[in-house]
């Protein structure tokens, strides 16, 4: 088990930044791949980005690329979400998710992840 909490969200003028940060307490960090996925109101929750377990190549969705960089400190236990030139369409809840399977981020089709977190709000004005 792992447990996941986010922080960082908040009300953002758009064109501006928020770094989000998800913190995984529990079975060993490293032994999960970690993804950011985020649900605006009646809309289905959608992938935002997914890293793997080590860090290095990432998988991020059309509508955040060029604009959203994910990392990760193992050594903190620690997931980031770096979000610049934010749009208003950006707004949504961000949640943090664990999954031991890298490819279920990036595979059509693929089962949601094992664990998430409570959710973070992101709310971009114009």
């Known amino acids: 088990q792992v447990q996941l909490v986010e922080s960082g969200g908040g009300l953002v003028q758009a064109g501006g930044s928020l770094r989000l940060s998800c913190a995984a307490s529990?079975?060993?960090?490293?032994?999960?791949?970690m993804g950011w996925f985020r649900q605006a109101p009646g809309k289905e929750r959608e992938f935002v980005a997914a890293?793997?377990?080590?860090?290095?190549?990432?998988a991020y969705a059309d509508s955040v690329k060029g604009r959203f960089t994910i990392s990760r400190d193992n050594d903190k236990n620690t997931v980031y979400l770096q979000m610049n030139s934010l749009k208003p369409e950006d707004t949504a809840v961000y949640y943090c998710?664990?999954?031991?399977?890298?490819?279920?981020?990036?595979?059509?089709?693929?089962?949601?992840?094992?664990?998430w977190g409570q959710g973070t709000q992101v709310t971009v004005f114009s």
């Open positions: 998710a664990a999954d031991q399977t890298y490819e279920i981020y990036v595979v059509r089709g693929a089962r949601r992840p094992d664990y």
């Open positions: 529990g079975r060993t960090f490293s032994s999960y791949a």
């Open positions: 890293i793997r377990k080590s860090g290095g190549r990432s």
